[in-house]
């Protein structure tokens, strides 16, 4: 991972951001504005990335209520 190119490190790290988001609202750690904040603090370049991960990973896990 680490000999990879610096995008592609930060889409693996957005990718693990995003799983953990749809976890922690799932247990309710996490509430739909703190995940707002998530998007909002990432570079322009990202965000679309990031939304497309925590909509997969919200599919995946079974929940439907979009978390964002």
Known sequence: ???RPEQ???KVELDK???RQ???CRRHLA???DVAKAITRQP???RTYLLERLNYYRE???SH???Y
């Open 8 to 10: 592609e490190r930060q």
């Open 44 to 46: 322009e370049e990202y």
């Open 22 to 24: 749809v976890w922690q």
């Open 31 to 33: 509430t739909r504005d």
């Open 17 to 19: 951001q995003a799983a």
């Open 60 to 62: 995946v896990k079974g």
């Open 65 to 67: 209520e979009q978390v």
């Open 1 to 3: 991972l680490a000999r």
